[in-house]
C-alpha cells in the first residue's frame, strides 16, 4: 500500500453464499476515505451483506476484505468503525443518560462532551426514557451514540426508514454536517435516491449480488451524460437490471 493510508474498506473478489445461494459475488470495491457513499440498489440486491462483512458479524464465502487496512476477525467491530440499523438497538427503560453512559462504557475512545452536545443540538432532554421518544428524537440518540465513539467510518443501514419527511431531512443535514466537518467517512444505505443526491459524493449500486456501478458521483455522471442526477442515473442502472 505504500505511503498511501489503508481506505475505510477494500474488498477483493468478495463473495457470501447463503444456503439459499450467493447473496454477493466477485465484489471488488474501494469505499475512500472523506467521502460520502450511497450504498443503493433493489430489495435483496446485497447491501446488508456487504455492510454485515464490513463488521465482521458476516464471515465471507470467498474473496478477502480489509477495513482500515485489517482484516474483520469475527470478534467485533472494528474500533474505528460505528453501524446504525434501523432497528436502532436502544434500551426503550434506559434514559438518554444511562444511554450515553452506557456508550462509555462500551468504546475505549469515547467522547462523552462530543455526545452530549449532539443531544443537546437534537434538543432532547436528558432524563427522557428513550421508550417515550419520538422516531426522529430515538434517531438522534442513536446517531449521538454512534458518533460518540468517535468512529472514522460510520455505516448507516436504512436509518430512516420509519421517519416522517422532515425528520428525515433534519438527521441527515444533521449527519452531514457532523461526518463532513469531522471527517468521518459514511457509508449510507437507502432506497430514497433523490435524498441521497443532496448529500453523496460517492456510489456504489449493487444489483442481484454484483457490484454493477461504483464511483465518484460527478465522473459517473459525466460518464454518463445522458442523466443528470445520481438518482436518475442509479434508477436507469436498476432498471437494465430489472430488464436482463
Ligand atoms: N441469513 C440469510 N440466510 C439466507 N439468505 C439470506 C440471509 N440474509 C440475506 N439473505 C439473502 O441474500 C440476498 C441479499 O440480501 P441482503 O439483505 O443483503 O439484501 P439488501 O440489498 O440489503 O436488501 P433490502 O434492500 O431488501 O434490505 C437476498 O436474496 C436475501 O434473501
Known amino acids: 500500500m ?3 493510508e489503508h481506505p475505510p474498506v477494500l474488498a477483493e473478489d468478495l463473495g457470501k453464499k447463503y444456503s439459499r445461494g450467493w447473496a454477493l459475488r466477485g465484489c ?4 475512500p476515505a472523506g467521502r460520502i457513499v450511497a ?5 435483496g440486491a446485497g447491501k446488508s451483506t ?3 462483512m464490513i463488521t465482521g458479524l458476516l464471515r465471507p464465502t470467498t ?4 477495513v482500515f487496512g485489517d482484516a474483520p476477525n469475527g470478534r467485533g467491530m472494528h474500533g474505528a468503525v460505528a453501524f ?11 434514559t438518554v443518560t444511562e444511554t450515553l453512559k452506557y456508550g462509555r462504557n462500551a468504546n475505549p475512545g469515547w467522547d462523552q462532551a462530543y455526545a452530549e452536545e449532539l443531544v443537546e443540538k437534537a434538543q432532547v432532554p436528558f432524563a427522557a426514557k428513550v421508550g417515550t421518544l419520538s422516531g426522529g428524537q430515538r434517531t438522534r440518540v442513536a446517531l449521538a451514540l454512534a458518533l460518540g465513539k468517535r468512529p472514522k467510518l460510520l455505516m448507516l443501514d436504512e436509518p430512516l426508514a420509519d421517519l416522517d419527511p422532515l425528520a428525515r431531512e433534519n438527521v441527515l443535514q444533521t449527519l452531514v454536517e457532523e461526518c463532513r466537518t469531522q471527517k468521518i467517512t459514511v457509508l449510507l444505505s437507502s432506497h430514497v435516491l433523490a435524498e441521497l443526491e443532496d448529500v453523496c459524493d460517492h456510489l456504489v449500486l449493487l444489483a442481484d449480488g454484483r457490484v454493477r456501478l461504483a464511483g465518484d458521483v460527478s465522473a459517473l455522471l459525466q460518464a454518463h451524460a445522458e442523466h443528470r442526477t445520481l438518482s436518475q442515473l442509479a434508477l436507469a442502472y436498476m432498471r437494465m437490471e430489472v430488464a436482463a
Not at 63 to 66: A, D, E, Q, T
Not at 84 to 94: E, G, M, R
Open 39 to 43: 450504498l443503493v440498489g433493489p430489495n
Open 84 to 94: 446504525l440499523t434501523q432497528a436502532k438497538p436502544l434500551y426503550p427503560q434506559f
Open 63 to 66: 474473496g478477502r476484505i480489509s
Open 2 to 4: 505504500g505511503q498511501r
Open 28 to 31: 471488488t470495491l474501494e469505499i
Open 50 to 52: 456487504l455492510m454485515g
